[in-house]
């Protein structure tokens, strides 16, 4: 939430705790329940659309960061021995595609980076048999595909995280305006009755609607 819509939403909240601490005051009067519960739903909305806002697309970012760094080390170790193999039984082709740097995967994008590493997974695993002298195994090979699929997987998450955002930013907006509107046009109304029936109870309900900035 921002600073605006963070001192309306304590507000509510306020109205909310004055109201549940009396409601033998009013329970007994049917509009007034039917309004608390009304405030209570949308209270309860705009607190699942607050969740919604904490997800950190930083932290996915650098989640999304870390996997790029552990497939690049294991596809650094395939293609490099891939590469040894082509030179060592005289498939220089192979050799030579196979042939990557660390500045060149990270130079990669995001979309390019999966076409290279199932390339070398496609690669090892038509020549699994011959490259059991060098130390490729079929496990390792899966765990590099299960590395590719755990970092395609994160590919897009903090844009989709952010629209999120700003989508739940949005709808917080229009809720907490739906219960300013409900508090002003007929809680506030119908709590006339108690300026003089009972002014302890009225007074506390004034209290809770004086919003404070933070």
Do not use: H
């Not at 995001?110 to 490259?131: F, G, P, R, S, V």
């Not at 300026?195 to 404070?212: G, M, W």
Request: with cysteine; net charge negative; glycine share 2%.
């Amino acid at each position: 939430m921002n600073a605006k819509q963070n001192n309306q939403f304590r507000m509510q909240l306020a109205v909310q705790a004055c109201m549940d601490q009396n409601t033998e005051k009013w329970n007994n009067v049917p509009v007034i329940a039917q309004i608390k519960n009304q405030l209570d739903e949308i209270i309860q909305r705009i607190e699942t659309q607050s969740n919604k806002t904490a997800v950190d697309s930083k932290a996915t970012t650098q989640n999304k960061n870390q996997i790029r760094g552990i497939l690049t080390q294991k596809a650094l170790i395939l293609a490099g021995t891939l590469s040894s193999y082509g030179a060592i039984t005289d498939n220089l082709q192979l050799a030579e595609e196979t042939k990557l740097s660390k500045s060149e995967i990270d130079s990669l994008k995001e979309a390019e980076i999966e076409a290279i590493i199932n390339n070398l997974i496609q690669q090892a695993t038509d020549k699994l048999d011959q490259l059991a002298d060098f130390g490729i195994s079929a496990e390792q090979i899966t765990d590099l595909s299960t590395s590719l699929d755990d970092f395609t997987a994160m590919i897009g998450k903090p844009r989709v995280i952010r629209n999120q955002k700003f989508a739940a930013m949005q709808q917080i907006d229009e809720l907490i305006d739906e219960a300013r509107k409900l508090l002003k046009t007929k809680l506030d109304r119908i709590m006339i009755r108690y300026r003089y029936a009972d002014p302890e109870f009225y007074d506390s309900y004034q209290r809770s609607r004086s919003i404070v900035d933070m």
